[in-house]
């Protein structure tokens, strides 16, 4: 019965990678971002794009990523996202990393991104990205995008990134509320 009960105890705490403010509820005071995350942007050229903690109404008032993309954008290939490292992750396993989204004036579905990399943090290897494609009007309800990806051994860092892609959307925004990580069985 003890050994039931240990195998029962260690089976609940095992548990996937946690995200760190995945709500967007706690908010750096200096900056308005969502606290615990990072934020892409090209050198120098900081006013493409913005990122804010923004209190969504629609979602009982509580606060949302907004990633937006300058309306004067040029014409190439940059993806804005917010990051951070995963903490909990065990080679081997499968893991779906979800959140939910919402769009204004977008013409590509934002995008969900884990990178595995190795140990010097500059060699990649595995990489998986949520579905891909074009917007014909604006999602104004709540969508959830998903990837999944198995941890190949030699994985030191497990980088999460949401986003979304410059080509095509200036002037657009994303919102993003709920990220989660799950282990897939």
Same mark, same amino acid.
């Given at each position: 019965m003890?050994?039931? !009960? /240990?195998?029962?105890? =260690? %089976?609940a705490t095992v548990q996937a990678p946690q995200v760190v403010n995945a709500d967007f509820e706690a908010v750096d005071p200096r900056s308005a971002t969502p606290s615990d995350w990072y934020f892409t942007s090209l050198?120098?050229?900081?006013?493409?794009?913005?990122?804010?903690?923004?209190?969504?109404?629609?979602?009982?008032?509580?606060?949302? !990523? /907004?990633?937006?993309? =300058? %309306?004067?954008?040029?014409?190439?290939?940059v993806s804005y996202n917010a990051h951070q490292d995963l903490q909990g992750f065990q080679a081997g396993k499968t893991y779906r990393v979800s959140a939910r989204v919402q769009t204004r004036s977008l013409q590509s579905l934002p995008m969900v991104v884990v990178q595995c990399l190795d140990d010097s943090a500059n060699k990649s290897l595995g990489f998986a990205r949520s579905e891909q494609r074009k917007l014909k009007q604006d999602l104004a309800e709540w969508e959830t995008i998903q990837t999944e990806i198995k941890v190949p051994e030699g994985t030191a860092t497990l980088r999460l990134r949401i986003g979304i892609p410059s080509e095509g959307n200036a002037g657009g925004t994303a919102l993003f509320d709920d990220v989660q990580v799950a282990e897939v069985p």
């Open positions: 003890a050994v039931l !009960l /240990a195998l029962v105890l =260690s %089976a050198p120098g050229q900081s006013r493409l794009i913005s990122y804010q903690s923004l209190l969504e109404p629609q979602v009982n008032g509580s606060r949302v !990523l /907004a990633i937006k993309v =300058s %309306a004067d954008h040029p014409q190439q290939q």
